[in-house]
């Protein structure tokens, strides 16, 4: 059975929608991913994939300026990562909301645990916006220009179960009020 030995996450935030992209990497012994692909069978696997993190992420509660907001799984793909046993499962994920001039502040609130491989996390900002705070599990390090945040968490780590960001958005771009 495949088992997860890194995980990475990117949140591209735009005005109205946050795009999330998690790539999880597996140390795959018997081969599965491979075999799935050589065959071209990985299609069932990636729906279930999908169904999967969507059924995840609605025990999640996402809160955005103040309102709730449901992440929409896109897709999954079942990826093969250069070696027959190293293969990765990869999200497309988005995110909507209603951006506010001044400052934006994601929440999201979900169940404790202690992290069982190292992930990092990236949050990167449109040119002109950026992140004013952060409140996140992990070793956080934000960018001289305040765009890119990233969050390295380490096997082991308790993770508290309530992450925010609070950002600003290009002075530019029209929003909402």
């Given at each position: 059975m495949a088992r997860?030995?890194?995980?990475?996450?990117?949140?591209?935030?735009?005005?109205g929608t946050i795009?999330?992209?998690?790539?999880?990497?597996?140390?795959?012994?018997?081969?599965?991913?491979?075999?799935?692909?050589?065959?071209?069978?990985?299609?069932?696997?990636?729906?279930?994939?999908?169904?999967e993190m969507q059924r995840i992420l609605d025990d999640e509660r996402i809160v955005i300026n103040s309102s709730y907001s449901r992440a929409l799984v896109l897709s999954a793909k079942a990826e093969v990562?250069?070696?027959?046993?190293?293969?990765?499962a990869t999200f497309f994920i988005e995110?909507?909301?209603?951006?506010?001039?001044?400052?934006?502040t994601?929440?999201?609130?979900?169940?404790?645990?202690v992290?069982?491989?190292?992930?990092?996390?990236?949050?990167?900002m449109p040119r002109g916006g950026r992140i004013k705070s952060f409140d996140i599990s992990?070793?956080?390090r934000l960018s001289e220009d305040g765009r890119v945040l990233s969050v390295r968490v380490r096997s082991g780590t308790k993770v508290k179960g309530y992450e925010s960001v609070a950002f600003e958005l290009p002075q530019h771009v029209s929003v909402n009020q």
């Open positions: 997860p030995i890194y995980g990475n996450g990117f949140f591209h935030v735009t005005p795009f999330y992209t998690i790539v999880f990497e597996y140390s795959d012994e018997e081969e599965e991913y491979y075999s799935l692909i050589s065959r071209g069978s990985e299609g069932e696997e990636e729906e279930r994939l999908r169904a990562r250069g070696l027959r046993r190293l293969s990765s995110i909507p909301y209603r951006p506010l001039s001044g400052t934006n994601y929440e999201n609130m979900y169940e404790e645990a992290a069982e491989y190292d992930y990092t996390v990236y949050w990167i992990g070793e956080a």
